[in-house]
C-alpha cells in the first residue's frame, strides 16, 4: 500500500504545524516553514497570499479537524464518553511523551503568542475550541448530563487538557497530564437519580 503524496498546499500546512509546536507563531521564520515543506516561496503566496498569518489560520483550521477527526473516532469505537475522552487525551500524551516533551500543542502555542490584532487568527482559534468544546458537550448530553452542566464539564477538560500538557510539557514528565485526568474523569460520571 503506497502512502498520498501530499500537495505542496499539504506540506506547507504539515510544516507550520511542526514549526508551531517547535518555535510559536513568532518563532516561525518563513525560510524553514519553505525548507520544511520543500517548496519555494512564490508557491507559498500562491497558495497563501496572506503570508504567513493565513498559512497559520490553515495550520490552526487543520489541527482541529485532526483533534475532532480523532474525538470523533474514540466517541465511535469506545464503550462511553469516559472512555473515549481518555482514549482521546492519552494519544495527545502519548504524542508529548514520543517527542521527547519537544512537540507542544501548536493551538497553545499560537493561542498565547497572539495578539488582538491578529483578528484571522483569534477567529480561527475561537471557532475550532468552541467546535471541540461542543462535540464533547454533545457526547456528554448523550451520556446523561444535563446540557448546562455538559458544557461547563466540556470547557474544563479542554482547559484540563490544554493546560495538562502545557505542565507535562516542562516539567519532562507526564505526571502532571496523568493527575489531571486523573481528576478530571470521576466527573464524567452521571449520577442515577433514584
Known sequence: ????????????????????????????????ILATAKAPKGVMYHHF????????????????SFLLHKLDTYMEREPDVVSALQAWILRALRGLDDSAFELGCPLAAVALESTAGDVDIRNALKTGFASLRGRMADALVLAGHERQ?????????????????????????TAPMVQTMDALMPMLNVEKKT
Do not use: C, W
Open 1 to 32: 500500500m503506497t502512502t498520498p503524496t501530499l500537495t505542496t498546499r499539504e506540506r506547507l500546512i504539515n510544516a507550520m504545524i511542526t514549526t508551531l509546536q517547535h518555535r510559536g507563531l513568532h518563532g516561525a521564520g518563513l525560510s524553514e
Open 49 to 64: 497570499p496572506g503570508g504567513k498569518d493565513q498559512l497559520a489560520v490553515a495550520a490552526i483550521e487543520a489541527t482541529f
Open 149 to 173: 452542566r455538559a458544557e461547563g464539564i466540556a470547557a474544563l477538560i479542554l482547559a484540563a487538557y490544554e493546560g495538562g500538557l502545557l505542565q507535562a510539557r516542562v516539567a519532562g514528565d
